[in-house]
T-cell receptor, first 109, second 116 residues
Framework: GQSLEQPSEVTAVEGAIVQINCTYQ??????LSWYQQHDGGAPTFLSY????GLEETGRFSSFLSRSDSYGYLLLQELQMKDSASYFC??????????FGKGTRLSVIA | GAVVSQHPSWVICKSGTSVKIECRSL??????MFWYRQFPKQSLMLMAT?????????EQGVEKDKFLINHASLTLSTLTVTSAHPEDSSFYIC????????????FGSGTQLSVL
């Protein structure tokens, strides 16, 4: 089967840096995506890593290590609006994305 | 980015009635759309994959006769919850991805269904 593991909750201080880890076990792995979802809203795409290394998009960065079946999402200069749930998802060709259970990030003052 | 429109945003219905939810890709053609269900503070649970012009593929445990999916065109998929019961109350979200972009899903805004 396919599964992704990520922490259920993370709390961090405004202005700080937080890292959300994701380990995966999937067959036919293509890459790892990250999505953000605010309460009551729909998930929005943040980033995608197909190759090993770090991808940076503004305050958000995402990392992948295929050999370790591991990735993370790094959020810098945290803002209150970053409080949301973050999901990692594994892409395997044309099959549906498999989502992790989500990490609920709470940013506190 | 691509836009996926989902309607209605919320619906309240009586037990035993049917509810139809529409999902449209507004600026790209989506041969495949996905329907998810989400309970509060939980992950997205894939219900079915909707394929244009063919039958939907349902995930294990999802009743295809209860959750009817129709994908009549490249831009529209519908989910009908038939004979809804209170246990069907949930947040339903559709998504679509442009052809070839297997890593990126664009989600509709979701439909909060409450069955009384």
């Amino acid at each position: 089967g396919q599964s992704l593991e990520q922490p259920s909750e993370v709390t961090a201080v405004e202005g700080a840096i937080v890292q959300i880890n994701c380990t995966y076990q999937t067959s036919g792995f293509y890459g790892l995506s990250w999505y953000q979802q605010h309460d009551g809203g729909a998930p929005t795409f943040l980033s995608y890593n197909a190759l090993d290394g770090l991808e940076e998009t503004g305050r958000f960065s995402s990392f992948l290590s295929r050999s370790d079946s591991y990735g993370y999402l790094l959020l810098q200069e945290l803002q209150m609006k970053d409080s949301a749930s973050y999901f990692c998802a594994a892409a395997s060709g044309n099959t549906p994305l498999v989502f992790g259970k989500g990490t609920r990030l709470s940013v506190i003052a | 980015g691509a836009v996926v429109s989902q309607h209605p945003s919320w619906v309240i219905c009586k037990s035993g009635t049917s509810v139809k939810i529409e999902c449209r890709s507004l600026d790209f053609q989506a041969t495949t759309m996905f329907w998810y269900r989400q309970f509060p503070k939980q992950s997205l649970m894939l219900m079915a994959t909707s394929n244009e012009g063919s039958k939907a593929t349902y995930e294990q445990g999802v009743e295809k006769d209860k959750f009817l999916i129709n994908h009549a065109s490249l831009t529209l998929s519908t989910l009908t919850v038939t004979s809804a019961h209170p246990e069907d109350s949930s947040f339903y979200i559709c998504s679509a991805r442009p052809h070839g972009a297997y890593e990126k899903l664009f989600f509709g805004s979701g439909t909060q269904l409450s069955v009384l």
